[in-house]
């Protein structure tokens, strides 16, 4: 049977908040391989992500202080596809889709939704069961698909937003047989040496030190996915498949940026509580405390490394002062970087107290 969505709610961590012999005559067993040790979160790399965010990226405006995708992708893309004479929907209806971001910046939340798919035919056709059913999940013509369509439905609320939808999926059909997938593929060939440092790095060096930390969060296992649009902001869906996508680095002396993204939408777990507990109604109500979120999980991820990698700290710090334009040259980087995410005392307290219950072994 199908793959089926996970939930119709699926759980976002959202701030802002794939991949990853020939047999002799002889009768004796061959000897044993030394095992290799088993990595509850492999790294890898995933098409339909990558496609789906890099629609994203080129027809939302990215004004958060810690931005979703890299600055300048747009020029990079457009750069690469004058290099190939290519125009496509996506372009063609650029101007139109980003107009119905600003009517609805809501829509945002559509991200998610190609971090529990598998492949661009299947996303398709559970675009299509939604917009055929007009978002109502009992209209379905095949019972399996309902758990998809709510869980469309839940960015895609109004009659307006559904053809936004149609518009966007239709534009980003087209990018992907006459650009992106061989984009994509050249990339992906560049890049693999990338992918197989910070496979390797994650596992050997930095997964064990976080372990208490990621399954007191009952994130024991999962994947991570490097992903060529993203930047500082990772992705995150919590439900059924953990899965985080998180910045691909350019080179393998950078691979390290990947496990800064990762800790960031890591430790969001105890900065999203912290947020939480120390805001009043009136400061959620209002979106007040949506403002505090950013700078919130961003000195988790730093609290975080200080507990358990406090090598790792400065070139986080300096990591992500960038990601927000500062400089990170600064003779006292934790002033520049404590300028650069202000937080209260009372909030960091909180932040450093969940994050070392869940550091700590029961």
Avoid at 162 to 172: E, I, M, P
Avoid at 182 to 189: E, F, G, L
Avoid at 215 to 242: A, C, F, M, V, Y
Wanted: proline letters at 5%.
């Amino acid at each position: 049977m199908r793959r089926l969505f996970v939930g119709a709610c699926t759980i976002f961590v959202a701030l802002g908040c794939s991949s990853l012999g020939g047999g002799g005559a002889s009768t004796d067993p061959a000897p044993a391989s030394p095992a290799a040790p088993v990595n509850p979160w492999p790294v890898k790399t995933s098409y339909i992500v990558d496609l789906w965010l890099h629609g994203h990226a080129m027809v939302q405006d990215d004004t958060s202080k810690v931005p979703f995708f890299r600055r300048g992708y747009r020029d990079l893309i457009a750069a690469a596809k004058r290099s190939r004479s290519v125009t496509t929907q996506l372009d063609a209806n650029a101007e139109q889709l980003r107009r119905g971001f600003a009517a609805n910046p809501a829509l945002v939340s559509g991200q998610f939704l190609a971090l529990q798919e598998r492949t661009w035919e299947e996303m398709q056709a559970d675009i299509a069961a939604f917009l055929d059913a007009n978002g109502d999940p009992n209209a379905a013509r095949d019972s399996t698909m309902r758990p998809a369509i709510a869980a469309f439905a839940q960015s895609y609320r109004s009659r307006a937003d559904r053809d936004w939808l149609r518009l966007f999926a239709s534009s980003l059909a087209d990018e992907h047989t006459r650009f992106y997938q061989q984009y994509w593929n050249d990339r992906q060939r560049e890049l693999q040496p990338v992918l197989a440092t910070v496979d390797s790095q994650f596992a050997n060096r930095y997964y064990p030190p976080l372990r208490g930390f990621l399954n007191n969060s009952q994130l024991d296992k999962g994947e991570i996915l490097l992903s060529l649009p993203l930047d500082g902001e990772g992705r995150t869906i919590t439900s059924g498949q953990h899965t985080v996508a998180v910045v691909f680095p350019a080179k393998t002396d950078s691979a390290v940026e990947a496990v800064y993204t990762f800790i960031h939408e890591v430790a969001a777990l105890a900065s999203g509580q912290a947020v939480s507990d120390n805001t009043t109604p009136a400061e959620k109500q209002s979106g007040m405390a949506s403002q505090y979120e950013s700078s919130a999980a961003v000195r988790a991820g730093a609290l975080l490394l200080r507990r358990t990698i406090p090598d790792l700290v400065p070139g986080y710090e300096r990591y992500y002062i960038k990601a927000a334009r500062g400089r990170g040259t600064a003779s006292n980087l934790d002033d520049e970087f404590a300028r650069t995410f202000p937080l209260s005392k009372v909030m960091l307290d909180a932040i450093g107290k969940h994050v070392d219950r869940l550091l700590s072994t029961i």
